[in-house]
Nanobody, 119 residues
């Protein structure tokens, strides 16, 4: 199985920055894709950014230019640097990883970390 531990959430004023981290551990062969999602109250969970094991990144339009996703493969950790935060970025942020265990690959979720942006 795969365990994901997230950290870095908190309360910040609009225009501020936060850096989220998500470390993966467990009995897996490798981590393929890593991604960050958000879920605001009353809304569905949606993707913010993703990064492949080769370093290719994708961003939603709403965070393009403000958020940066990166990963440290040696530490099985993915990061989300969030700059120029807006009140509408307030949400619970979840990391998701695709891990290879044996001959199969599965997707796993972190427990979520709260990000609150005050106006």
């Amino acid at each position: 199985q795969v365990q994901l531990v997230e950290s870095g959430g908190g309360l910040v004023q609009a225009g501020g920055s936060l850096r989220l981290s998500c470390a993966a551990s467990g009995n897996f062969f490798s981590i393929v894709d890593m991604a960050w999602y958000r879920q605001a109250p009353g809304k569905q969970r949606e993707s913010d950014a993703s990064i492949s094991n080769g370093g290719s990144t994708n961003y939603e339009d709403s965070v393009q230019g403000r958020f940066t996703i990166s990963r440290d493969n040696a530490k099985n950790t993915v990061y989300l640097q969030m700059n120029s935060l807006k009140p509408e970025d307030t949400a619970v942020y979840y990391c998701q990883v695709q891990a290879v265990i044996g001959r199969s690959a599965g997707r796993y979720w972190g427990q979520g970390t709260q990000v609150t942006v005050s106006s």
